[in-house]
């Protein structure tokens, strides 16, 4: 499978707003230019990494941290995510604790116990899903 920066939007691009009937792209949440795939095929030590930046749509957004797990979620089911490195992160500046959030997306136990939770995981599920509530 050929991976691209454009591939990657499409899979992500429709995932649904947790507080509105929206998608992240309508939202401005998430932006093709905001996506990249890094796939240097000199640099074996590596694998390759695809990088993905949102903005929250508010400075103080409380499901910041959501939305960043559905897009880790839905990258997971539609790409061979063991051949790549997910690295997702908050725009620098969009968001009170940005560094915070970041390190919580991409952090593997946290996600796997987020997951767990059942009340959450049928939000995620609402979200990546495109499901209106």
């Known amino acids: 499978m050929d991976i691209?920066?454009?591939l990657v939007f499409d899979i992500i691009k429709d995932i649904r707003d947790p507080e509105r009937p929206e998608t992240l792209e309508e939202l401005g949440?998430?932006?093709e230019s905001n996506v990249t795939v890094d796939t240097d095929p000199l640099d074996v030590?590596?694998?390759p990494q695809i990088s993905i930046i949102f903005?929250?749509?508010v400075p103080h957004c409380s499901l910041a941290t959501l939305i960043g797990l559905c897009i880790r979620v839905r990258l997971q089911r539609n790409l061979p995510t063991a051949q790549y490195k997910?690295?997702?992160n908050i725009e620098k500046g969009s968001h009170e604790s940005a560094a915070e959030v970041s390190k919580q997306i991409n952090d593997k136990e946290r996600v796997a116990a987020a997951m767990e939770n059942?009340?959450?995981?049928?939000l995620v599920e609402t979200c990546v899903?495109?499901?209106?509530?």
């Open 118 to 122: 059942p009340s959450l995981r049928e």
């Open 129 to 133: 899903n495109n499901i209106t509530i």
């Open 55 to 57: 903005t929250p749509t």
């Open 86 to 88: 997910l690295d997702i």
């Open 45 to 47: 030590c590596c694998p």
């Open 29 to 31: 949440v998430v932006t």
């Open 4 to 6: 691209d920066a454009g």
